[in-house]
C-alpha cells in the first residue's frame, strides 16, 4: 500500500494544491472528531467514573475505590440477575438461529429472482422500525385478554387465558421478533454462496437430506450463523426496555439494573462498572468469536 | 418440500408482521380498553391531533433528525471519500473505530455520554441527543456511502482531472452525480437512525425536551391509551417508507444505470 503517497513530492501545478496529508485529514476531521467527543471520550470518562467512591455532587472530595468491581461479591442478587440476562441472551439466540437459519434455507432454495428479493425486503423491513414501538405491539397480543386470547376463544370458546405477559417466556418472545432479521440476513449471505453443484454431487452419491443439512449447508454457512449469533448476543445481554415492558415484575436483568443505577438510585460508580464489566464481556465475545471466524473462513 | 419452505417463509412474516398489525388495529378500535369485538373509530387521531405533549414531541422527533441526517450525510461523506479514495497510514484502524457507536449496547454508549455531558456541562436536552444521533449515524453513512464508492469506477474522476480540472471540479461534476444515490441512501437511513432511536435519547432527554419514543416509553410505563397505538402506527409507517426510499436509492443495481 503506498502509504502517504507523495506527500514529499507531489508535482507543482498551476494552481495552488493543498498538500495530499491536508486534504485527507480535512476530509476525515469532523466525522472522527465528531466521534471522539461523543463516543469514544464519553466512554474514557465513564471508565473513570466507575472508580470513584460516590457520584461527584457539589464539593463532596473525590475518593477513588475498586470496590464497585466487587458488586457480584457483595451483592449477591447480582449473580441471579447476571444469569437471568445470560439464559434470556442464550435462549434468544438460540431461537433466532433455528428459525433465523431455516428462513434463509427457505428463502435461498425455495424463491428466486423478483420475489425472493420483495420477501427479503418485507423480512428485513421490521428491523428498521421502531423497536420500542414493536415491543410494545406485542403487550396487545399476549396480554390476558389480548389477541391471542380472542383468537383462541374464537376456535373454542372456554379456553382457558394464554397469556403470558409479565414473564420470561415474553421477554424472549419480544427479543427474538426484534433481533430474528440479523439472522436471516447473514445466514442468507452464507448460503447464496453455496454451490448447487456441492449439494447436486452430494444428492447424487445417496446422501438425504438430514445429512445435506448437517454435513453440508450448517457448516459451510456457520460463519454467517456466528456473525448473527454476535450480533444478537451482544445487544441482547444489554436491553432493558424489552425487560421491563414484557417482563414487568420479573423483568430484572443486567440491563434494567445499569439503568436503574443512572435514572432511579443515582449511583453513577456502581453503574458505570456495571457497564465496563459487560463491555468486558461483550469484547470477549468478540475476541473469542473473531478467531473462529477466521477459521471457519479459512477451512 | 417447495411448498413447505414456501409456507414456513409465510409463517415467519406472520409472526413479523401479526403484532404490528393487531397494535395499527387497535388504534382504530372505539374501546379505551383494548375491549374487543371491533368497532371502528377515528377517536384516538382525533385525540391526537389536541395532544400538544406528544406533537411536540414529535416536532422535536422530526427537527432532531433533518438535523442529524444533515450533518451526520456531510461528515460522513466526507469521510467515506478519504476512507476508500486515499490511501495512507492508519486507514484500517480508522475504519475500525467506525464500529464502537455500532457495536457496543447502546445502553452503555448511552448512559456514557450521560456521565460525560453531565461532567462536561453540556447537559442534557436536545442539544445533547443531536450530539449522540450525529455520533450514531456517522458510521452507517461512512459505510453506505463507502460501499457506492467501491462499486462505482475511480478512473472517471482521474480521467476528469488528467483533462485539467481540479480536484473539488472533478468531485462536484463526476463524483458527486454518480455518487448521488448512495448519499441519498445514506440521508434517508441516517434519517431513519435518528427517528427511532430510542435508548439514547432517553438518558439524555429532561422533561419538556424529549423525542416521540421517549414520550412513548414514559407513556407505556405510566398506563397507556389507544392514543399511544395511533401515534406509534404513524411513527411505524413513516420509517417503514423511510426505508423502503433507502432500498430503492441505495441499490448497487441502481448505481450500474447510473454510469
Not at chain 1, 456502581?270 to 479459512?298: D, H
Not at chain 2, 443531536?130 to 456517522?138: C, K, N, R, S, Y
Request: charged content about 10%; hydrophobic content about 55%; overall charge positive.
Amino acid at each position: 500500500m503506498p502509504a502517504e503517497a507523495g506527500a514529499a513530492g507531489a508535482p507543482a501545478t498551476t494552481r495552488f494544491r493543498p498538500p495530499p496529508w491536508l486534504a485527507t485529514a480535512a476530509l476525515l476531521l469532523p466525522s472522527y472528531a465528531w466521534l471522539t467527543l461523543a463516543v469514544l471520550l464519553p466512554l474514557g470518562t465513564m471508565f473513570a467514573f466507575s472508580f470513584l467512591e460516590a457520584t461527584p455532587l457539589g464539593n463532596r472530595p473525590v475518593e477513588w475505590t475498586l470496590r464497585h468491581y466487587r458488586a457480584f461479591h457483595d451483592q449477591p442478587y447480582l449473580l441471579g440477575v447476571a444469569w437471568t440476562s445470560l439464559s434470556i441472551g442464550l435462549w434468544t439466540t438460540a431461537i433466532c438461529a433455528v428459525v433465523g437459519f431455516a428462513t434463509a434455507l427457505a428463502l435461498v432454495r425455495a424463491t428466486a429472482g423478483r420475489s425472493r428479493e420483495t420477501l427479503l425486503i418485507l423480512l428485513l423491513l421490521p428491523f428498521w422500525t421502531n423497536g420500542l414501538v414493536r415491543v410494545f405491539s406485542w403487550t396487545m397480543v399476549i396480554r390476558g385478554g389480548g389477541f391471542l386470547d380472542v383468537a383462541a376463544r374464537s376456535v373454542w370458546p372456554d379456553a382457558p387465558s394464554l397469556g403470558f405477559l409479565y414473564t420470561q417466556p415474553a421477554i424472549v418472545l419480544g427479543l427474538v421478533h426484534g433481533y430474528l432479521p440479523y439472522m436471516v440476513l447473514t445466514c442468507y449471505i452464507a448460503l447464496l454462496a453455496i454451490d448447487d453443484a456441492v449439494i447436486e454431487a452430494a444428492m447424487s452419491l445417496g446422501a438425504r437430506w438430514p445429512t445435506i443439512l448437517f454435513r453440508i449447508l450448517v457448516p459451510l454457512a456457520m460463519p454467517g450463523l456466528v456473525t448473527g449469533a454476535i450480533l444478537i448476543f451482544v445487544p441482547v445481554i444489554g436491553a432493558f426496555m424489552e425487560p421491563r415492558i414484557l417482563g414487568g415484575r420479573v423483568g430484572v436483568t443486567m440491563g434494567t439494573v445499569i439503568e436503574d443505577q443512572f435514572t432511579q438510585a443515582f449511583n453513577w460508580p456502581l453503574g458505570s462498572a456495571l457497564a465496563f464489566t459487560m463491555l468486558a464481556v461483550v469484547l470477549g465475545v468478540f475476541a473469542t468469536f473473531s478467531g473462529v471466524l477466521r477459521r471457519t473462513a479459512q477451512a | 418440500m417447495l411448498r413447505i419452505a414456501r409456507l414456513y417463509i409465510a409463517l415467519v412474516l406472520v409472526f413479523l408482521y401479526l403484532p404490528i398489525v393487531v397494535m395499527a388495529a387497535m388504534g382504530f378500535n372505539a374501546s379505551p380498553l383494548y375491549a374487543l369485538p371491533f368497532e371502528f373509530s377515528t377517536r384516538w387521531y382525533q385525540d391526537l391531533a389536541g395532544n400538544d405533549r406528544l406533537i411536540e414531541a414529535g416536532w422535536n422527533s422530526i427537527w432532531l433528525a433533518v438535523l442529524t441526517s444533515v450533518l451526520a450525510t456531510v461528515f460522513g461523506t466526507l469521510a467515506a471519500l478519504a476512507l476508500w479514495r486515499r490511501s495512507f497510514r492508519g486507514r484500517n484502524l480508522l475504519r475500525i473505530l467506525l464500529l464502537p457507536p455500532i457495536a457496543i449496547p447502546w445502553l452503555i454508549t448511552g448512559t456514557a455520554m450521560l456521565v460525560f455531558f453531565f461532567w462536561t456541562g453540556i447537559g442534557r436536552g436536545l442539544h445533547a441527543m443531536l450530539i449522540g444521533h450525529v455520533a450514531l449515524a456517522i458510521p452507517y453513512v461512512v459505510l453506505v456511502v463507502g460501499t457506492g464508492l467501491q462499486t462505482m469506477r475511480a478512473d472517471l474522476e482521474e480521467a476528469a482531472m488528467s483533462l485539467g480540472s481540479t480536484p473539488v471540479h472533478a468531485f462536484f461534476r463526476v463524483t458527486l452525480p454518480l455518487l448521488l444515490p448512495s448519499i441519498v441512501g445514506a440521508a434517508l437511513f441516517a434519517f431513519a437512525v435518528s427517528l427511532d432511536q430510542f435508548v439514547i435519547s432517553y438518558f439524555l432527554s429532561v422533561p419538556g425536551m424529549t423525542t416521540l419514543p421517549v414520550e412513548i416509553y414514559s407513556a407505556i410505563r405510566k398506563g397507556f391509551t389507544p392514543e399511544i397505538n395511533a401515534i406509534s402506527t404513524i411513527l411505524l409507517v413513516a420509517s417503514m417508507i423511510i426505508i423502503l426510499g433507502f432500498a430503492r436509492f441505495a441499490r448497487p443495481g441502481g448505481l450500474g444505470d447510473s454510469r
